[in-house]
């Protein structure tokens, strides 16, 4: 499977339209999905491309910013934080995972407020 036809276009777009659109900012509602759903997400942070299967979405205990913690599959494996507000270009993958990582935490101390989880 080549890595276009992994992404859910919306009607009319094509990898090209994609591809040409200018960087936008994640959603709330788009990452909250994908938690849900249990979907693969690719985005680019700090001028990185990253794919990561997203688990706990909430405030931060420091900051009061929104993050995402979840497991990052490229470009290295691991567990790791991303701030919203620097989380561009989301895109949502066909490709699901299962059962939450190995390490998950759903009351991790670093987040003060929790706004979506995976459940079970």
């Not at 390490?103 to 670093?110: L, Q, V």
Request: with cysteine; net charge positive; charged share 30%.
């Amino acid at each position: 499977m080549d890595l276009d036809s992994c992404f859910l276009r919306g009607p009319g777009q094509t990898p090209l339209t994609i591809a040409m659109s200018v960087l936008s900012y994640a959603s709330l509602e788009d990452v909250r999905r994908c938690i849900k759903q249990r979907r693969r997400m690719r985005f680019i942070y700090r001028k990185v491309e990253v794919i990561a299967e997203p688990h706990l979405f909430g405030n931060f205990r420091k900051t009061r910013a929104f993050v995402l913690c979840a497991w990052k599959v490229h470009p290295e494996e691991g567990w790791d934080y991303f701030r919203l507000a620097e989380m561009r270009d989301l895109d949502i993958l066909m490709e699901s995972f299962g059962t939450a990582r190995q390490g998950f935490n759903p009351y991790d101390p670093k987040i003060e407020i929790v706004d979506t989880l995976i459940r079970g």
